[in-house]
């Protein structure tokens, strides 16, 4: 009897548990003497958020530079506004998976491994974009692309979640959120410089070399928890406990035990589908801001780059700013998120309302949109957190992060359905009506604030 393919299953058995092995988060070490740990707690906590902040910047790079050039690709290649929502959508699908799925896996992992890995394969997947000329192709790539970029997010929570204690949540985070605002802005010029003075690849190519450099910086540079370097938990070293995690914070579960406290647990549910209406709102102008200013409002190329950087720049003050006041509000992040979406409302129905000419005002109402839309993309992040372990950190974001990228995926095909077919004044006044709802989901978050 042949036993070969019995051979060869035990084979890819052992290769496969020998991946995960690899994957598996650090060990604890030895306690280090107080003395030393009062000297290399701030020190790592600092590297934790350098390295991470940096990280998920370069994570940017390479998922954002095809809406800013989609305009210069579609004419290249003859693709229609149907094909470049179609991409767009795949990428909002598979990342809204892969967020939450790579989340649930990332709470059991080594995270400077983890996302290490995972920027090297979104590099690859860039690098083969360029090289293509074919839609499928294309389609399949940045498909795969979306879904190889939900191992981005999590390690990053899961990090800060374990270096920095809940009173301090809200400030740490709004501080690391502005990597969103910094690569998303940055990859505008990059992609719109790249396709003007080199042509369309170079998109892809030119992020895809920054991403191979960060993959290795993260390697290097990034630890995982206090344990693992001989520290103790934040939670001891900063005297902040929540009081139901005291005996068992540092308990890793198992994927199943993750996902329970995640999908059953109501005010995840209800951040999550505020977060579907919160992403129609953002991505709308990310995906098609440029496109929209270059078809109706006379913008050149690098117009519709720019418009990109200030929608994503205007975000970073007003973000640290809100994650402060969030947390002296003791942890209200649904209120402080009302007050910022409402804004938002009249930035939008000023665009539809502006003339072709002025194309200053436009910019001024982009970053109008982007200083008051990015609080709530990072308090629905942190209140995920708040309402649920650090040790499902990954997972609870990326189910939030599911909904989110459903409704990416609602606007991307929505929006390109709606300006073909109608005209681009009813795709912004759809914008509207996704506001609207959005404001009237975050009046029952008014009092929530975190179980700690």
């Known amino acids: ?67 800013p050039v989609s305009k210069e690709i579609g004419e290249a290649l003859s693709y229609s506004k149907d094909d470049i929502g179609n991409i767009l959508a795949i990428t909002a699908i598979t990342y809204g998976i892969g967020k939450f799925i790579m989340g649930a896996l990332s709470d059991g ?41 939900g191992m981005g997010w999590p390690p990053c929570g899961r990090s800060l979640g374990h270096w920095y204690s809940v009173s301090e949540r809200g400030t740490t985070f709004a501080f690391w959120n502005i990597a969103h605002n910094i690569g998303g802005g940055i990859v505008g010029v990059i992609a719109s410089y790249s396709v003007a003075h080199f042509g369309w690849q170079y998109a892809f190519f030119v992020p895809g070399v920054i991403a191979l450099i960060g993959s290795v910086y993260l390697y290097l540079r990034l630890v995982d928890t206090p344990q693992s370097v001989g520290l103790p938990p934040v939670e001891e070293y900063k005297n902040d406990y929540p009081p139901e995690e005291k005996e068992h914070s540092e308990k890793e579960l198992k994927t199943s035990e993750i996902l329970d406290l995640v999908v059953t647990n109501p005010y995840i549910w209800l951040f999550a589908v505020i977060n579907f209406f919160v992403y129609i709102i953002r991505y709308s102008l990310i995906d098609w801001g440029p496109t929209y200013l270059k078809e109706t409002k006379g913008a050149d190329i690098m117009g519709g780059g720019y418009s ?26 649904g209120m402080v998120s009302l007050f910022c979406i409402i804004p938002i409302f009249f930035a939008f129905l000023g665009i539809i309302l502006n003339p072709p000419g002025n194309i200053w005002i436009d910019l001024v109402l982009f970053g109008v949109i982007g200083l008051f839309i990015y609080p709530p993309v990072m308090l629905l992040g942190v209140a995920g957190l708040d309402f649920t372990s650090k040790k499902a950190v990954g997972a609870a974001a990326g189910f939030i992060g599911l909904l989110g990228y459903s409704g990416r995926t609602v606007q991307g095909k929505g929006l390109a359905y709606l300006a073909t077919n109608y005209s681009w004044d009813v795709a912004l006044y759809s914008i509207l009506v996704c506001t609207f709802i959005a404001i009237v989901l975050l009046v029952f978050t008014w009092n929530l604030r975190p179980r700690g």
Not at 14 to 43: G, H, R, V
Not at 116 to 144: C, D, E, K, P, R
Not at 310 to 329: A, P, Q
Request: positive net charge; proline residues 4%.
């Open 109 to 149: 992992s080594n995270p400077k491994k983890f996302m290490a890995v995972g920027l090297l394969l979104t590099a690859i997947l860039n690098f083969t974009f360029g090289f293509a000329s074919n839609y499928w192709i294309h389609f399949v790539l940045w498909g795969l692309n979306g879904l190889v970029q």
């Open 1 to 67: 009897m042949d036993l070969t393919p019995f051979k060869n299953y035990k084979i890819n058995e052992c290769m496969f548990q020998s991946i995960l092995s690899w994957f598996a988060p650090a060990p604890p070490i030895d306690k280090k003497t107080n003395s030393e740990i009062q000297t290399l707690y701030p020190k790592f906590r600092y590297r934790i958020l350098e390295s991470t902040f940096i990280g998920y910047t370069t994570f940017y790079l390479v998922r954002n530079n095809f809406s």
């Open 308 to 333: 990109t950087l200030i929608l994503e720049f205007g975000g970073i003050g007003s973000t640290i700013l809100m994650g402060w006041v969030s947390d002296k509000l003791g942890g209200r992040r």
